[in-house]
């Protein structure tokens, strides 16, 4: 599995932004998708998670901003970002886990064996 992330950028406080996660080498519907951001200095972190199936699990931190959604036509997954803050600058991965089950999202980093080169997101005025 081969992934492309992009769509990271400068932004303003309170402005928006889409990544997208392209999947090649497998097809999305055999994969769970996670995305995780790492800032400076700090470990890296889940940011949501999306099922095979559709289900899916955001940080508290980003809950009620943050969607994310698959296109299984494009074999991509979006994170669509609202209302960005500061304290969400940092680099930005997505991450794949081939899995027989389609109901079951994924938070951990050990769990993903397939991430993408990450892109940068900066929040600031």
């Known amino acids: 599995v081969q992934l492309q992330a992009s769509g990271g950028g400068l932004v303003q406080p309170g402005g928006s932004l889409t990544l997208s996660c392209a999947a090649s080498?497998?097809?999305?519907?055999?994969?769970?998708i996670g995305w995780f951001r790492q800032a400076p200095g700090k470990e890296r972190e889940e940011v949501s998670c999306?099922?095979?199936?559709?289900?899916?699990y955001y940080a508290g931190s980003v809950k009620g901003r943050f969607t994310i959604s698959s296109d299984v036509a494009k074999n991509t997954v979006y994170l669509q970002m609202n209302s960005l803050k500061p304290e969400d600058t940092a680099v930005y991965y997505c991450?794949?886990?081939?899995?027989?089950?389609?109901?079951?999202?994924?938070?951990?980093?050990?769990?993903?064996?397939?991430w993408g080169q990450g892109t940068q997101v900066t929040v600031s005025s």
């Open positions: 080498g497998f097809i999305l519907d055999y994969l769970a």
């Open positions: 999306i099922s095979r199936s559709g289900y899916t």
């Open positions: 991450a794949a886990a081939r899995t027989p089950y389609t109901s079951n999202w994924y938070k951990m980093v050990y769990e993903y064996a397939n």
